[in-house]
Nanobody
């Protein structure tokens, strides 16, 4: 059974940083592209980033380019998202997902972790 468990969310002030983690199990993590997706209240899902199996090819949405950094540790079956210079509009539930979500809009997703950016 595929399981994706996100953690690391919370309340942070504008300009602050958070690091999200996604622990994967039930599939060969190192064989899959992985993505980060978020969904703000009242809005549809927004793709943020994708990383190749070995971590050498990375894509970002324009909305987070230069502020967010995706990485992965295949030995630990874990995906990360370092988020810097956070803005109130980054407030959302953040999910990790299998595959190139920007291309397929499908794949397994976890339950998500809430990120709230507010003073």
């Amino acid at each position: 059974e595929v399981q994706l468990v996100e953690s690391g969310g919370g309340l942070v002030q504008p300009g602050g940083s958070l690091r999200l983690s996604c622990a994967a199990s039930g599939f060969t993590f190192g064989s899959y592209y992985m993505s980060w997706v978020r969904q703000a209240p009242g809005k549809g899902p927004e793709w943020l980033s994708a990383i190749s199996t070995g971590g050498h090819t990375i894509f970002y949405a324009d909305s987070v380019k230069g502020r967010f950094t995706v990485s992965r540790d295949n030995a630990k079956n874990t995906l990360y998202l370092q988020m810097n210079s956070l803005k109130p509009e980054d407030t959302a539930v953040y999910y990790c997902a299998t595959g190139r979500w920007d291309l397929t809009r499908s794949g397994y997703r976890g339950q998500g972790t809430q990120v709230t950016v507010s003073s």
